[in-house]
C-alpha cells in the first residue's frame, strides 16, 4: 500500500526526530554529527532572511478578509461577456507568510469554487501564486512582479479544448485598500490573445 505523500513524510519526521535527539546526546551541543551540513552564520543569515515575512507580504495582506465580486467572462473576441457574482474570502497563513484566497460563485450556469495560494519568495524575489478549482483537475502555476497599485503575472495551465499547455497573463490593479481589478489575457480561437475575464472586487 502506499501512503499518500504528506502522511509519508510525516512518517519520515517522526523516524527522523528521536534518531537526532540521540546523535544530539552523543555529542557536545557545539559540535554537530559527522556529515551534518554546517550552518554557520552566513548561512544562518540567508536562511532567516528567506523565512522572514517582509513589506511584500504585507502587500499581500491586502486581500485578507470578505470580498464580493462581479466577473465578466469572454468566451471569444467580439461577442459579449457573460456576466456573474460571487464572494471571496482571504486569510494569512504560516505567520503571515502566504495568502490563501476561497472564491464562490457560479460560472456559465455552474456553482464555481476555486482556491489560490499566493506568496512572495524572498529568494527568488518573486510572487508565486497556485490556483485549482472545480472547472478542471490541473493546478495553474504563476509568477510576477508588483510596482507600486499594479500587480503582473503570468501563469501556465493546460488547456481542456485543445489538450495543450497554454500562458496567461494577468494584471491586479487596486484602488485604494478596499477595491481591486483583475485581468486576465490568454489564447482565443484563434489563437491569438485576447481579453477573457475581468473581476472587480469590494471589501464587505
Not at 554546517?38 to 532567516?48: D, L
Not at 470578505?66 to 467572462?73: A, E, G, I, S, V
Not at 456576466?83 to 460563485?105: A, P
Not at 527568488?124 to 478549482?133: A, C, L
Amino acid at each position: 500500500m502506499k501512503l499518500p505523500c504528506t502522511v509519508l513524510a510525516l512518517t519520515l519526521v517522526a523516524v527522523a526526530v528521536p534518531a537526532l535527539a540521540n546523535q544530539h546526546t552523543e555529542h557536545k551541543a557545539d559540535t554537530p554529527p559527522a556529515g551534518a551540513p554546517a550552518m554557520g552564520g552566513p548561512e544562518m543569515e540567508a536562511m532567516m532572511k528567506a523565512m522572514t515575512p517582509g513589506e511584500e507580504h504585507k502587500h499581500l495582506a491586502m486581500m485578507a478578509g470578505d470580498w464580493t465580486f462581479t466577473n465578466h467572462f469572454w468566451m471569444a473576441p467580439g461577442q459579449p461577456p457573460t456576466e456573474s457574482t460571487g464572494t471571496m474570502h482571504g486569510e494569512m497563513t504560516l505567520g503571515g507568510r502566504y495568502l490563501q484566497t476561497t472564491w464562490t460563485g457560479n460560472m456559465m450556469g455552474q456553482p464555481f469554487e476555486g482556491h489560490g495560494t499566493d506568496a512572495f519568495n524572498n529568494v527568488s524575489k518573486k510572487y508565486e501564486s497556485t490556483w485549482v478549482d472545480n472547472m478542471g483537475t490541473g493546478i495553474m502555476y504563476g509568477t510576477g512582479t508588483c510596482e507600486g497599485t499594479t500587480c503582473k503575472s503570468s501563469s501556465e495551465a493546460w488547456d481542456p479544448m485543445s489538450g495543450k499547455k497554454i500562458t496567461m497573463r494577468s494584471q491586479v490593479t487596486w484602488s485604494g485598500d478596499s477595491s481591486f481589478k483583475m485581468e486576465m489575457w490568454g489564447p482565443g480561437p484563434d489563437g491569438k490573445d485576447m481579453k477573457m475575464m475581468e473581476i472587480v472586487a469590494k471589501k464587505k
